[in-house]
C-alpha cells in the first residue's frame, strides 16, 4: 500500500465545519472597506524573487530565512508571497494607479513564510491587508487604526491593546543606527549571537530581542524618540492629538520596530495577551519611500495587515468562555434567603429572559459561597443573608471591576440589572 500523502508541515485545510467561522468574517472585512471607501486588489500568489529582496529588504528575517524560493521552468527565481504589500505597490507602479493619485486598497490572502510552525505561526497563513497612497499627513495613519479598532467592535473582540511609535524619517533612523551600534558595541558581552550578527546587518531589530539577559542593557540603551527628525516628531504628535480626538487609546513603546525594512514614521501593532508568544495580531504603519525604492515616483504610503487565523482563534477562545461564564450569580445565606432567593430569582427570569443567572445551592459559607461566584465568572454577585433578607435589598458586589458595593431593594433588582444589561451592549456597540 503506498503511503498517505499528508499536507505540507504548517499548511492547514479549512475543513467544511470551520469555513462558516472564515466566511462571516471576510464577509465583515468586505462591508467594513466599503463604508470606509476602500477598494480591492488581488495579486498573484508568486512574484519575481527580486520583489521581495528589494523591499522587504536583504537582512531581514523574512528574506533571510522565511521566503518559498524557487526557480521555475524557464530558470526565473520566484517567490511564494510572504506578505502582500511589496505585491500591492509592484501591482499600483505597474498599471499607473500610484501617480498623482489617491488609493485606498484592501486584499485579503494566503501568504507564506518558511517559518517554525507552533500555535498562531503557520508557513501558509492569511492576511487582510489595507493600503494607502498619495496622502501623506496623519489623518489617514488615524483612519487606518480607527478602521482595526472598528473591526475588533464588529467582530467582538475585547482585550486588545494598540501599541504606537514612530521611526522617523530614513535619514533620522540612519544616523540614529550609528548611535545605537556605538552604544551596543560597548555591551557586545552582552548581546547574544542572533543580535550580535544583526549588529552589522539590521542594528535596529535587536531593541525588538526578546531576551531576557538582554532586557536591562535594551531599556538602557539611546531611544530612536530623542533622534527624531522635526517633521516626524510633528506628524506623531498630529497623529496622537487626532486619536485623542476620537477616543482610541495607546501607550506608545519606544522599541517598537517592525520586522520589515520599509517602515518610516508611523509604526503600530494590536497585542493581545490571550494567545502565549503570538500576540501581535495586527501590524502596520507608514511606508513613504517603498514606491520609489520598487520604481515608481515618490509617493507617501500607509498600511497594515492582520493575522486571519490569529484573529479566529482568539474570537474563538473569547466565544468559549462567554458561553461559559454567568452574568449574575446569587449568594444565598441560611434556609430563610435560599427560600426568598429562589422566588425573586424566578421573577426575575420572568423579567429578563437572556440573564444568566446562578443561584447557589447546597449551602455553605459566605467565603465558599463568594469562592464559587468569582470562579463562575460572574460580572457581580447578589448577596443575601439574615440583615439583608431584613432590610428586604441585595447587597451587590462587583467581581471584575473596582465598582463600590452597593444596596438594591428587592423588588429592584429586576430594573437594576435590566439597566445593567443596557449599559453593557451599548459599551459593545
Ligand atoms: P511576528 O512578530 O508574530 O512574526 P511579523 O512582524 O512577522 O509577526 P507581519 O509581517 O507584520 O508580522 O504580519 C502581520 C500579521 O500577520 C502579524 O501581526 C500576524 O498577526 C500575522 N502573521 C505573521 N506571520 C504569521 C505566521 N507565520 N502565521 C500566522 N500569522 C502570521
Ligand atoms: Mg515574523
Not at 338 to 350: H, P, S, V, Y
Amino acid at each position: 500500500m503506498a503511503k498517505h500523502i499528508k499536507s505540507i508541515r504548517g499548511m492547514h485545510d479549512v475543513l467544511p465545519d470551520e469555513t462558516h467561522r472564515w466566511q462571516a468574517f471576510e464577509a465583515i472585512i468586505r462591508q467594513l472597506m466599503s463604508t470606509y471607501g476602500y477598494r480591492e486588489i488581488r495579486m498573484p500568489l508568486v512574484e519575481s524573487t527580486d520583489l521581495f529582496c528589494r523591499s522587504i529588504g536583504e537582512v531581514t528575517d523574512i528574506v533571510e530565512k522565511e521566503m518559498y524560493t524557487f526557480k521555475d521552468r524557464n530558470g526565473d527565481m520566484l517567490t511564494l508571497r510572504p506578505e502582500g504589500t511589496a505585491s500591492c505597490v509592484r501591482a499600483g507602479i505597474q498599471h499607473g494607479l500610484l501617480h498623482n493619485q489617491v488609493q485606498r486598497l484592501w486584499y485579503n490572502g494566503p501568504m507564506f513564510r518558511h517559518e517554525r510552525p507552533q500555535k498562531g505561526r503557520y508557513r501558509q497563513f492569511h492576511q487582510f491587508g489595507v493600503e494607502a497612497y498619495g496622502i501623506a499627513t496623519p489623518d489617514i495613519d488615524a483612519e487606518q487604526i480607527l478602521i482595526s479598532a472598528r473591526l475588533w467592535k464588529e467582530l467582538g473582540l475585547k482585550n486588545i491593546r494598540l501599541e504606537l511609535n514612530t521611526l522617523g524619517s530614513s535619514e533620522a533612523r540612519a544616523a540614529y543606527k550609528q548611535v545605537l551600534v556605538d552604544y551596543l558595541q560597548q555591551h557586545y558581552e552582552l548581546l547574544d549571537e542572533d543580535s550580535r550578527r544583526r549588529l552589522e546587518t539590521n542594528p535596529l531589530r535587536i531593541l525588538d530581542s526578546k531576551n531576557p539577559a538582554m532586557q536591562e542593557m535594551l531599556e538602557q540603551a539611546p531611544a530612536l524618540f530623542d533622534h527624531l527628525d522635526e517633521e516626524s516628531r510633528v506628524q506623531f504628535d498630529k497623529l496622537r492629538t487626532l486619536l485623542d480626538a476620537v477616543g482610541i487609546e495607546y501607550s506608545i513603546n519606544p522599541r517598537l520596530v517592525r520586522g520589515l525594512d520599509y517602515y518610516c514614521k508611523t509604526v503600530f501593532e494590536w497585542i493581545t495577551d490571550e494567545l502565549g508568544a503570538q500576540g501581535t495580531i495586527c501590524a502596520g504603519g507608514r511606508y513613504d519611500g517603498l514606491v520609489e525604492q520598487l520604481g515608481g515616483k515618490p509617493t507617501p504610503a500607509v498600511g497594515f495587515a492582520l493575522g486571519m487565523e490569529r484573529i479566529l482563534a482568539l474570537l474563538e477562545a473569547q466565544q468559549e468562555q462567554a458561553a461559559e461564564t454567568i452574568d449574575v450569580y446569587m449568594v444565598l445565606l441560611g434556609e430563610a434567603c435560599e427560600l426568598k432567593g429562589l422566588q425573586l430569582a424566578e421573577t426575575i427570569r420572568d423579567r429578563l429572559p437572556g440573564l444568566k443567572m446562578l443561584c447557589h445551592c447546597g449551602g455553605g459559607s459566605m467565603k465558599s459561597q463568594m469562592k464559587k461566584a468569582d470562579k463562575s465568572g460572574a460580572e457581580l454577585a447578589l448577596i443575601m443573608g439574615e440583615d439583608e433578607l431584613n432590610r428586604q435589598t441585595f447587597t451587590v458586589k462587583y467581581l471584575r471591576s473596582k465598582k463600590e458595593q452597593q444596596n438594591v431593594a428587592f423588588a429592584d433588582t429586576a430594573d437594576f440589572l435590566a439597566d445593567i444589561q443596557q449599559q453593557a451592549t451599548t459599551e459593545q456597540t
